[in-house]
Structure formats: C-alpha cells, structure tokens
C-alpha cells in the first residue's frame, strides 16, 4: 500500500540521549516534512526538502537536523533530546511539481522526553 | 507562526445536521487546504480550493474561500458520527517552496 512508514510509533526517551525518528515514503515525491503536533500550538513545520540532497529549516528548527541521502528516507534527528521535545512528530510528503494535490501524512511517532 | 486559525475550537452536533468550520489567515495565499486528524492518527487531506476559486464540493464537503476577506468555511452537510474528529486548515503561501502552515484545527463531536 503506498504511503509513508514512520518509525517507531512510540518512544520514551531520557534526557540528552540521541534519537533518530525514521520516514519513508513509495510514492516517489520529491518533497518531505517533518511537523511536530503539540496540543493548543497545532502542527509546526520543522525541516523540509524540497528534493533529494536538499533540506531547509522550517518554524521550529532549533535542536533537530533531517538528512535526505534519497527520495525515500527523510530521518529526523534529535541530537541531546530535552522534555521540550516531548510531542507527537508527523512525517509528510507531496509531489511539490503538483502543489495543488495536498500532503500525505504518516501515522506518527509520539515522542517522551522524561 | 500560525497562518490559519480555525473557529470554533470545538463544535458538538447531532447526527444528520450540517457542521460548520470556519478558517481565517493573515497573508496573501496559493491554495488553502483542508485535512481532517481522527483521534491518535496522521492527517488525512480532505478538499484543496485554490486562489482563484470560490467555491468547491466533494461529497458531502463545500468548501468556500473569500480571499478578500482572507477566510474559508468548511460544511460538511448531513453529519455522522464516523465525521467526528479535527479539522485543519491549511495554507500554501506561494513561493518556491510547497510548505503548508496548518491552523490549530477544530474538534468536531458527531452524537449520534
């Protein structure tokens, strides 16, 4: 079934250690996002990339890096998670030539940082 | 920043009756989206209107925009309880990058 796998579904995780929270699409779209949901602040864009190679910072950058080695994967990476990071992490997709067709979204990683 | 913000935060109706969601947003915009998030679950995308529109159906789902006013309305007529869950707005400002900025949403309860 295409979509996009995110990985785990779940984690607690101790402050400071580093964590990368997996994304991968097979619908070959070129763009990627990682949003974190947070209740009362809604969905807040962290990276992007636009294509393979590519990434830029969105709305809440600061304590996170993505990588895009491929079309496929986009990892985020929490390098010393705080209890800041505790959040629900949403990983979507588009076919950005086609802007007017909407994102695909994951199914989530729900992140604590105890 | 938020873009879009939905009204109301939260709404409750009976089945069978139409449900109504508003969406301002503060700049110039491509498109306006909107997605629906069951409890626990990703985003799923429901209808796009894009600048140039004022109107759009789907199914059950009329979608309006009013660029002068710089908001949209989402109705979703002849609800059931399988409709609850939250609303979001979303829009795409333009530019050289497809980014989305989403709204708060609003939480929709169908009684059945």
């Known amino acids: 079934i295409a979509g996009i796998t995110q990985a785990p579904t779940s984690q607690i995780l101790a402050a400071g250690r580093r964590m990368t929270l997996r994304c991968t699409q097979d619908m070959r779209h070129n763009a990627m996002y990682w949003y974190r949901q947070d209740l009362g602040l809604g969905l807040r864009l962290i990276h992007y990339?636009?294509?393979?190679?590519?990434?830029g910072k969105g709305e809440v950058p600061d304590g996170y890096s993505v990588s895009r080695a491929n079309t496929d994967d986009f990892p985020l990476t929490l390098a010393s998670a705080v209890p800041s990071q505790t959040s629900v992490y949403f990983c979507?997709?588009?076919?950005?030539?086609?802007?007017?067709?909407?994102?695909?979204f994951g199914s989530g990683t729900r992140l604590t940082v105890v | 920043s938020q873009q879009g913000e939905e009204d109301p935060q939260a709404l409750s109706i009976q089945e069978g009756e139409n449900a109504t969601m508003n969406c301002s947003y503060k700049?110039?915009?491509?498109?306006l989206q909107w997605y629906r998030q069951n409890s626990g679950r990703g985003l799923v995308h429901l209808i796009l209107?894009?600048?140039?529109?004022r109107e759009k159906h789907s199914g059950r789902l009329r979608v309006t925009l009013d660029t002068s006013k710089k908001s949209s309305s989402l109705l979703i007529t002849a609800s059931r309880a399988a409709d609850t869950a939250s609303y979001f707005c979303?829009?795409?400002?333009?530019?050289?990058?497809?980014?989305?900025?989403f709204g708060k949403g609003t939480l929709l309860t169908v009684n059945p």
């Open positions: 209107i894009r600048s140039n529109e």
């Open positions: 700049t110039s915009i491509n498109n």
């Open positions: 979507a997709s588009s076919d950005s030539g086609r802007a007017n067709y909407g994102y695909t």
């Open positions: 979303a829009t795409d400002s333009g530019g050289s990058n497809y980014k989305l900025t």
């Open positions: 990339s636009n294509t393979a190679g590519t990434t």
